[in-house]
């Protein structure tokens, strides 16, 4: 088979039910685009106690410098209720001009079309000045631990080592050509636990509510505001996403009460400031609202999620020129540089070189009836082919 069109491409990775963490055979299909080329291709097997065993994918094209890794992933969520998808959401039906899948846009359709963009440079020009690798994943929508982060660990043992890197997430909020991820903000999590005295709801003086505290410290948490933005990022902001007393009597007095919440950061701030901060207010506010007059201050206790995810900002112009000159060329759009929006595995790529992403419009990424423009796969295909030409340019000068 051909890779050239990436309509082909996306159509066979569709079929491949790679739902989180099954391989579903989308693996072995993008072996199959990338062999015929030139990709000398590995399968990568990473394993960890208490969590699935995940394949991944490093091909590489080139043996020297420079080196641009295009990564991405190939798993995809679960279809939810597959009765209310319009088409099958592994049959890559084509209506209307719209291709419908489970990973269309995330991110099944970055992946064709970068293939389709290599495959098309190789037959106009022959193999670039230089290497070009694939990191492929199968563990993004998942727990992200066998993923991305023991794939570049395995190749830099190996002694690969990259100059610049995109990511194919889809990163146009509206039509291609609106946006380039350029950084992320940080995410931190933890879960607070208020400690009480359980008792009848009737004699609240023999007991502690930790409803009351667990009401006051969230409250502390969420305002006043964290900080007010800075020139390249949002301002941090923090939600609280759960609160349970796990209590199904309404005359008992519960004996504990917790409360999950996760921050999003900009470069204000590091994980262990930011935590510095949170356990500052957490303290102030058990100190001034004790669960009652006259009792002691709340009691309280802290855990963190194991894996923040630190800010970043790429700040590399041969990689942001490149990249926003073939999206206004190809669409007539100046993109705009953002930091806006979730986490991607941008953030571990981030310690072995400098990275961004573009990819396709996400508007239905993980709903029903996920889809793409087919005419945005073309569009996409010839971005990626005018990124690769500038990019291998601006390395060698």
């Known amino acids: 088979m051909t890779a050239t069109d990436p309509v082909a491409n996306l159509s066979t990775l569709i079929r491949c ?41 490093y091909a590489r094209l080139g043996t020297d410098g420079p080196h641009l890794m295009f990564a991405g992933h190939t798993d995809v969520v679960p279809v939810g209720d597959e009765a209310a998808w319009t088409h099958g959401p592994f049959s890559a039906d084509i209506a209307d001009g719209q291709m419908y899948g489970r990973g269309a846009v995330d991110m099944k359709g970055g992946i064709a079309c970068f293939a389709a963009a290599v495959a098309r440079h190789i037959e106009k020009h022959g193999p670039p000045q230089g290497s070009i690798s694939f990191l492929i994943t199968g563990d993004e929508e998942g727990p992200a631990i066998n993923g991305t982060v023991k794939l570049l ?6 002694g690969e080592h990259w100059d610049a890197c995109l990511v194919g997430e889809p990163t146009n909020p509206d039509q291609l050509g609106d946006m380039i991820k350029i950084g992320r903000r940080g995410s931190l999590s933890g879960t607070i636990t208020v400690h009480g005295v359980q008792g009848h709801a009737a004699y609240p003086h023999l007991a502690d509510s930790p409803v009351r505290g667990i009401l006051a410290l969230t409250q502390a948490l969420m305002d006043p505001p964290f900080d007010g933005g800075t020139d390249n990022f949002q301002p941090s902001n923090l939600e609280v996403t759960t609160i349970d007393v796990a209590n199904k009597a309404v005359n008992v007095i ?11 950061f900009n470069d204000s701030w590091d994980a262990d400031s930011l935590k510095a901060e949170i356990v500052a207010r957490l303290d102030h506010a058990a100190a001034e609202s004790p669960l009652r007059p006259g009792r002691p201050p709340v009691r309280y206790d802290i855990v963190w999620s194991e894996r923040p995810s630190h800010v970043f900002l790429t700040r590399n112009n041969a990689l942001i020129a490149s990249l926003s000159g073939a999206v206004e060329a190809v669409t007539g759009r100046e993109p705009k540089l953002s930091t806006t929006g979730g986490t991607s595995d941008a953030r571990f790529i981030k310690d072995h070189c400098p990275v961004v992403e573009f990819g396709l419009v996400g508007q239905t990424m993980h709903m029903v009836d996920e889809r793409v423009a087919v005419a945005d796969l073309e569009t996409l295909t010839q971005i990626y082919e005018t990124f690769i030409s500038r990019w291998f340019g601006h390395a060698a000068d």
């Open 17 to 57: 039910p790679s739902v989180t963490p099954a391989e579903g055979g989308a693996l072995a299909a993008l072996q199959s685009m990338l062999s015929p080329l030139g990709f000398a291709v590995d399968r990568v097997m990473a394993t960890e106690d208490g969590t699935p065993d995940i394949e991944n994918l």
């Open 153 to 158: 660990e395995w190749a830099a043992a190996k």
């Open 254 to 264: 519960p004996a504990r009460a917790s409360a999950s919440f996760n921050i999003r």
